[in-house]
């Protein structure tokens, strides 16, 4: 359900996004994978736009948006990198994402009789793109130019108000990578000002652990 309830965005065993205007019980397709994997769609704050994950030609995910009102769909990723469970901050600035970007191999040498193939564990770091021009990256520390933000107000009003803009141009070189370790991650999710994922360690049936990270800086 979108965050102001006239909308359900669902996914149906076709790979074809759907949605569904509940007061008047129509629906119309939003877009169809053919190379399946289609992604579970993530709702921007003023239920204007989704966040989607769809396989490229290569079957590496690429992360989507696409406006309730039928414009045209924005890629914000590339196809040479996995990206995977997108999430919108809640004033719609940014989106925050998982990508499987690092190659470090475990196996050192090619060589021997019993040498396998490249092994890379831990590959998904965190990253969030500026989904407007001009925004100060919310991990960034405080210095004479940038004093430490305000405590944001909750107020129902403003968020009624809220509208998210997107300034497509150049959206693929505002991407930042959080301050943290590569790891095997997973299910990443957003609520208030926390970001919230499942990580692994490196093995065979290995438990997973919940991970909290606040947004912003740590002074």
Same mark, same amino acid.
């Given at each position: 359900?979108?965050?102001d309830?006239k #909308?359900i965005?669902?996914?149906?065993?076709?790979?074809?996004?759907? @949605?569904l205007?509940?007061?008047?019980?129509?629906?119309?397709?939003l877009r169809?994978?053919?190379?399946?994997?289609?992604? !579970?769609?993530?709702?921007?704050?003023?239920?204007? #736009?989704?966040a989607?994950?769809?396989?490229? %030609?290569?079957q @590496?995910q690429?992360?989507?948006?696409a406006?309730?009102?039928g414009g045209?769909?924005i890629?914000?990723?590339?196809d040479?990198?996995?990206?995977s469970?997108p999430? #919108?901050?809640?004033?719609g600035?940014?989106l925050?994402f998982?990508?499987r970007?690092?190659f470090?191999?475990?196996?050192?040498?090619? #060589?021997?009789?019993r040498?396998p193939?490249?092994?890379?564990?831990?590959?998904?770091?965190?990253? &969030?793109l500026? !989904?407007?021009?001009n925004?100060?990256?919310?991990? &960034?520390?405080?210095?004479?130019?940038?004093? %430490? &933000?305000?405590?944001?107000?909750?107020?129902?009003?403003?968020a009624?108000?809220?509208?998210?803009?997107?300034? %497509?141009?150049?959206?693929?070189?505002? =991407?930042y990578?959080?301050? @943290?370790?590569?790891?095997?991650?997973?299910g990443?999710?957003?609520?208030?000002?926390r =970001?919230f994922?499942?990580?692994?360690?490196?093995?065979r &049936?290995?438990?997973?652990d919940?991970m909290?990270?606040?947004?912003?800086? %740590?002074d």
């Amino acid at each position: 359900p979108s965050p102001d309830g006239k #909308w359900i965005a669902s996914i149906d065993q076709d790979q074809e996004l759907w @949605l569904l205007e509940i007061e008047s019980g129509k629906s119309r397709r939003l877009r169809f994978s053919p190379g399946w994997n289609l992604g !579970l769609p993530s709702w921007s704050p003023d239920s204007r #736009w989704l966040a989607y994950t769809m396989p490229a %030609a290569n079957q @590496l995910q690429r992360i989507h948006l696409a406006p309730v009102d039928g414009g045209e769909e924005i890629v914000l990723t590339g196809d040479r990198f996995d990206s995977s469970d997108p999430c #919108w901050s809640p004033d719609g600035n940014w989106l925050y994402f998982l990508s499987r970007r690092n190659f470090d191999s475990l196996v050192r040498s090619p #060589w021997g009789s019993r040498a396998p193939d490249p092994y890379f564990p831990e590959q998904t770091g965190l990253y &969030a793109l500026a !989904l407007r021009e001009n925004l100060r990256f919310p991990f &960034a520390p405080d210095d004479e130019l940038q004093p %430490a &933000a305000e405590e944001e107000s909750d107020d129902d009003e403003e968020a009624a108000e809220l509208k998210v803009e997107i300034d %497509a141009e150049g959206i693929r070189e505002r =991407l930042y990578e959080l301050p @943290l370790p590569y790891g095997n991650y997973a299910g990443l999710r957003l609520a208030g000002s926390r =970001l919230f994922w499942l990580s692994r360690a490196t093995g065979r &049936a290995m438990p997973r652990d919940l991970m909290m990270l606040g947004i912003g800086n %740590a002074d």
